[in-house]
C-alpha cells in the first residue's frame, strides 16, 4: 500500500475594493469607460464584469429614480477592487474622470 501526500499551497491576497453610485449616466456608457481605461468585458449580464491589470470593475445594477412624477433618472452601482488601496484611488480617479458632466 502506497500513500500520496499532496501538498496545498495557499495564498492571502488582499484586494481593496469601494462601491459607488453613478447617476444620468447610461450603462453602455459607464461600461466604455472601463474599456479606455484598459478593461475587457467578461460578463454579459448583470453584474457586468469588466477585467483590467490589477483592478476590476463590476457594473452590478441599474434602477429608475424618480424625483418627481416628470423627472427621473437612472442610478447605476459599480463595484472597483484593486490589488491594493493605492491602485484602488488611481482607478477611482481615473473613472471619476471619465463620468464628470460640466453643467452650463
Known amino acids: ?16 475594493s469601494e462601491q459607488l453610485e453613478f447617476r444620468g449616466i447610461s450603462v453602455g456608457h459607464l461600461g466604455m469607460y472601463f474599456e479606455e481605461l484598459g478593461g475587457k468585458q467578461i460578463t454579459e449580464g448583470f453584474p457586468i464584469v469588466y477585467q483590467g ?5 463590476e457594473i452590478l445594477g441599474e ?3 424618480s424625483f418627481t412624477s ?6 447605476v ?15 477611482i480617479k ?8 460640466i453643467g452650463g
Open 94 to 101: 481615473r473613472y471619476r474622470y471619465k463620468t464628470t458632466r
Open 1 to 16: 500500500m502506497t500513500s500520496s501526500l499532496f501538498s496545498r499551497r495557499w495564498q492571502v491576497v488582499k484586494v481593496a
Open 53 to 57: 491589470e490589477n483592478w476590476s470593475g
Open 77 to 91: 452601482v459599480i463595484r472597483f477592487t484593486a490589488e491594493d488601496g493605492t491602485d484602488l484611488d488611481e482607478l
Open 70 to 75: 416628470v423627472f427621473k433618472v437612472n442610478a
Open 63 to 65: 434602477e429608475e429614480i
